[in-house]
């Protein structure tokens, strides 16, 4: 058994940095790199691709990036994991094996499917499976005859197999997020599937990586302490045998991996902290301790786990008709009111009613709850920004029409940016569950000399929930009473970072302080938030206390605009909303900004006097 294995995350989603694996081969040593490529929203725009070309459906970045970096892999003896197989993962699969028999490499590729249940949902539901949504609790009906993918979440057991077959490089659908950082941790230590607290650990240490650089200093509130966004390193797991990891980066790397980066990660899209869900365990983030041992490596600990549920999740995608968007760049003195008047005119000419409106100043904080919207400031220009999105094709054809045909003819200071919106097929998203014991993985193994061997794993029911972990409370004090209030920014308390599940919008706060914690917990309460967000949040705001990082976890019900491709925001994920609560302006006890530890810095080395006096010499 190793004592430790480096495993190395180079992309957090379909798009992401394509140098960055090229960049965690050759900055240091690295046992395995793993990937994550599928969001939600991504599944629904591989399978209009696969709709179009039955040969496409996966994520060809990855195919870049391996016509890259294999020579450099297959040298170093590098294992890459990665979800980028999409809903074709065979076909990624292939396409891998041909690159390396055209650059002449001997190379094994692990296809991990079977998480495609498309043609199986009817004999699935005769057998019992309900399928409702797990967001809205609709019935599946409502919805069957326009699913157009119905993929189930395999965790990390099929990824193992296809290790302990000796393949290099492991492409899959529909893993979990954190399945491939877990994986490369069950296979290397040797961890059976009942060990609650190891696997937990490897949960949390995948949830930590898996969105990229967003925990190496990517998307920090106090963006100012990175050094440098160049040659972004992206985050490394040191993993123990144990259970126990550290996170790190390359070292000649830029960006940043604190106590900071690691907790804002923690709670991007967790919900509740005490039981974060996954097909391998259930991990109690409400157990974590870190502890930030030297620069740019923070020690995890003290990670709970509890067995699995008898399910597992179901992404499916269903036709949910058509929208558009569009914009004009609005400028000038009273922009706003210009806007306005436009908005007014174009609606009216326009005369259709559609399912879903809106409009959106980009510039003059629509983005944001009307609080915090300039009063006494008006830009002197805006971008004028128009969505629809309807059942009908030719409604929405027509609004993409109208709008470039509106500068002429209305207010001056107007001008089209991008051209004539078309209709986009709405690929919407329904999430649900179905009993673990009826889904079945496979392992496809290719091989450069054409040989091709399949395995497949069985998920069966594991039985008792385990122990109940009770988590002693901590003791917290608050400031005095009578302690001098002052008003100020909640950002000058707190960080924060948000993110979505479907129509949820989950904000992760994390005070500066206990002290600060404590006085939050009482005064930051869900009616508070969810007034701050009028407008914005239209459901109900749930808030759980995760003591051990110093954090409250806030979700923000019906505040994307129906979530994911069905949403008509600019931001439909939610990304802003962290930073627009951190605007808050609160009245709170002076004191506290007094508990708030500075930055650690190296300390500044004086040149002695001698040395100054001999430099004054030689230059004489």
Not at 124 to 150: H, P, W, Y
Not at 238 to 244: D, K, L, Q
Not at 348 to 374: N, Q
């Amino acid at each position: 058994m190793k004592r430790k294995i480096r495993i190395a995350n180079a992309g957090g989603y379909w798009g992401d940095d394509l140098g960055a694996m090229k960049r965690q081969l050759t900055g240091g040593k690295v046992d395995y790199i793993t990937q994550d490529f599928l969001a939600e929203i991504t599944m629904s725009i591989l399978m209009k691709q696969k709709q179009r070309n039955p040969q496409f459906g996966y994520a060809y970045d990855f195919i870049t990036q391996m016509q890259e970096c294999l020579p450099l892999i297959v040298k170093k003896g590098v294992k890459v994991i990665s979800n980028a197989g999409g809903v074709n993962p065979i076909a990624c699969g292939e396409k891998v094996l041909e690159i390396a028999n055209k650059m002449g490499l001997k190379v094994k590729v692990g296809v991990v499917y079977g998480d495609d249940i498309m043609e199986s949902i009817d004999r699935l539901c005769k057998s019992g499976e309900k399928f409702r949504n797990m967001e809205t609790d609709q019935k599946f009906g409502k919805v069957r005859k326009d699913i157009l993918s119905a993929n189930v979440y395999f965790g990390a057991e099929p990824v193992v197999e296809a290790l302990r077959a000796d393949c290099q490089i492991v492409v899959c659908g529909r893993v979990t997020d954190t399945s491939v950082t877990l994986s490369p941790m069950i296979y290397e230590f040797g961890w059976e599937m009942t060990d609650w607290d190891k696997l937990a650990a490897g949960i949390v240490a995948g949830h930590i990586i898996e969105c990229g650089a967003q925990s190496s200093g990517g998307n920090i509130t106090d963006w100012e302490e990175v050094k440098t966004f160049n040659n972004m390193g992206y985050p490394i797991i040191e993993a123990e045998p144990s259970g126990e990891f550290v996170v790190t980066k390359q070292a000649k790397a830029g960006g940043l991996v604190s106590e900071k980066t690691v907790k804002e990660q923690l709670l991007y899209e967790m919900g509740d902290p005490m039981s974060y869900i996954t097909p391998d365990v259930i991990a109690r983030f409400d157990t974590i301790h870190l502890d930030e041992e030297a620069p740019n490596r923070v020690r995890v600990t003290g990670v709970k786990g509890e067995p699995p549920t008898p399910f597992l999740k179901v992404s499916m995608s269903h036709d949910n008709g058509w929208k558009a968007s569009g914009a004009l760049l609005v400028c000038g003195p009273n922009v706003m009111k210009k806007a306005d008047a436009f908005a007014k005119m174009f609606w009216k000419r326009l005369d259709r009613k559609y399912e879903a409106t809106r409009v959106e100043a980009i510039g003059a904080g629509s983005i944001w709850p009307a609080s915090l919207k300039p009063k006494n400031h008006e830009p002197n220009e805006i971008l004028l920004r128009f969505g629809v999105r309807d059942q009908s094709r030719e409604k929405v054809r027509e609004f993409g029409v109208l709008l470039p045909s509106m500068i002429l003819s209305g207010p001056s200071g107007v001008a089209v940016t991008g051209g004539r919106p078309k209709p986009e097929q709405v690929v919407a998203y329904w999430p649900a569950l179905m009993s673990r014991n009826k889904a079945t993985a496979r392992v496809l193994c290719l091989d450069c000399d054409g040989l091709r061997t399949e395995r497949i794993v069985k998920f069966p029911l594991v039985g008792k929930p385990g122990d109940v972990i009770n988590i002693p409370k901590q003791k917290f004090k608050l400031p005095p009473s009578n302690a001098i209030k002052t008003k100020m920014k909640l950002r000058q308390l707190a960080y924060a970072r948000s993110g979505d599940k479907g129509d949820m919008c989950n904000i992760g706060l994390m005070a500066r302080s206990a002290e600060i914690y404590a006085w939050l917990r009482k005064y930051l309460t869900t009616p508070k938030v969810k007034a701050f967000f009028k407008g914005i949040t239209r459901g109900a705001v749930t808030r759980f206390e995760v003591e051990n990082l110093l954090a409250l976890n806030y979700l923000l019900d019906q505040s994307l605009g129906g979530g994911g491709t069905r949403s008509l925001m600019v931001d439909p994920q939610g990304k802003t909303l962290s930073q627009a609560l951190l605007e808050m302006e609160i009245n709170a006890p002076r004191v506290l900004l007094d508990t708030i530890k500075k930055p650690r810095r190296k300390p500044i080395r004086k040149k002695s006097n001698s040395k100054r006096k001999e430099k004054v010499l030689r230059r004489k």
